[in-house]
């Protein structure tokens, strides 16, 4: 996913399958599943790469995200915010 391309891509209903925190090199990416277009069948894979962070706040309940992953487990997200990026998780 360029980063032009970002505000266009849906990630609702998208799978989080990992997410890599490099705290020498102040990074993180979050690789998921995730289908490209409101038409298709089958997620494919995809990765979100966050250069210069800052921070970070995460909670996660590891059991529930397991449970949900078959429907998605991405609610909601916004690219950017003034450099924040949001990301909702269902519950």
Do not use: C
Request: glycine share 4%; net charge negative.
């Amino acid at each position: 996913m360029a980063t032009s391309n970002l505000d266009s891509i849906e990630l609702h209903d998208a799978i989080i399958e990992s997410i890599n925190m490099d705290f020498s090199s102040a990074a993180v990416t979050v690789h998921i599943a995730y289908y490209p277009n409101a038409e298709s069948q089958r997620r494919i894979q995809g990765k979100l790469s966050f250069e210069n962070v800052e921070s970070i706040f995460q909670a996660a309940d590891f059991t529930r995200l397991q449970q949900n992953s078959a429907a998605g487990n991405i609610n909601y997200w916004r690219p950017s915010n003034a450099g924040q990026v949001t990301v909702h998780l269902s519950r």
